[in-house]
C-alpha cells in the first residue's frame, strides 16, 4: 500500500497497482517481482496454481486490501500440476473477474492464443523485454477487471481494411501465425524458406500494425466480429 497525506491534514491511503504472479520457476518469480516493483507495481508472487487458489486475497478480493487497487493475474501457461490454462478456467468458473495475461515459451504459444480466445487480455513470449512487460501489464491494469467470460470483442472496421491490403501469400502467412506456429512450421507447410517467411511475417505485422502476435489475434477477433 502506499501513503500520502490528505490536503486536509488526514491521512489517506492510495492502493499500488498489483500484480499476482504464478510461475513455478524460482528464478522468474524473482526477475517479474524486480521488473514491476521498479515500475511502482506490488507483486505477489506464487510458486504454483494451488498455492494462488489458496490465497486470501484471492478468495476475498473485495474484502482484501492487497487488491483494492487495481490488480493483474500474470501467469505461466505450463506448470507442474495445473497449467496456467487451467487455472484460468478455474477462475472463470469462480467468477474472479481480474484481467490475465500470459507468459509463454515459444513452442506454447498455440495455448496462449487459446487463452486469449478464453478471456485472457494478453501474452508474451519469453524470453521478454522488461520494457515491454511493464507497457503490457500496465495497459492490462488500466484495462480494468476482465468478464469472466470469453473475449467479447468490438468489431474494427480499419483491422479488415488493413487485412484487405494483404497479398494472398501474406493472408497465408497471417492465417498461420494467428495460430501460433513459427516460422518454420510456416515454412514447411506453404513451402519456401525460412527466411522468405520471416520477411512475410515482418509484413503483416507492418501492414496489420501491430506491435506483437497478441496484438494480431486480438485484431482477428474484432474482424470476426465485425464479419459476423
Known amino acids: 500500500m502506499k501513503e500520502r497525506h490528505a490536503t486536509s491534514g488526514e491521512r489517506c491511503v492510495i492502493p499500488l497497482p498489483t500484480v499476482l ?131 467479447a470483442p468490438h468489431p474494427n472496421p480499419g483491422h479488415a481494411l488493413r487485412l484487405a491490403t494483404l497479398t494472398p501469400r501474406e493472408r497465408e502467412v497471417f492465417d498461420s501465425m494467428i495460430t501460433g506456429k513459427t516460422s518454420k512450421m510456416i515454412a514447411r507447410d506453404l513451402g519456401g524458406s525460412f527466411r522468405t517467411i520471416e520477411i512475410h511475417r515482418t509484413r503483416v505485422m507492418s501492414k496489420m500494425a501491430a506491435a506483437s502476435l497478441a496484438d494480431l489475434v486480438r485484431m482477428t477477433f474484432e474482424v470476426d466480429a465485425g464479419a459476423s
Not at 28 to 36: P, Q
Not at 88 to 98: D, F, N, Y
Not at 142 to 148: I, R
Open 21 to 151: 504472479v504464478v510461475d513455478d520457476d524460482d528464478f522468474m518469480r524473482t526477475l517479474l517481482r524486480r521488473v514491476l516493483t521498479d515500475a511502482g507495481i506490488a507483486v505477489e508472487t506464487f510458486a504454483s496454481a494451488a498455492e494462488l487458489l489458496a490465497a486470501p486475497a484471492l478468495l476475498l478480493p473485495t474484502l482484501s486490501p492487497a487488491l483494492q487497487g487495481p490488480a493483474v493475474l500474470l501467469l505461466d501457461v505450463m506448470m507442474p500440476g495445473m497449467s496456467g490454462l487451467e487455472l484460468q478456467s478455474v477462475l472463470r468458473q469462480r467468477g474472479i473477474a481480474l484481467p490475465v495475461v500470459f507468459l509463454t515459451g515459444s513452442s506454447d504459444v498455440p495455448m496462449a492464443v487459446d487463452a486469449m480466445r478464453n478471456g485472457a487480455v494478453d501474452f508474451l513470449e519469453k524470453p521478454f523485454d522488461s520494457a515491454v512487460l511493464v507497457e503490457r501489464i500496465q495497459r492490462a491494469l488500466a484495462g480494468g477487471s476482465a468478464a469472466p467470460t470469453p473475449l
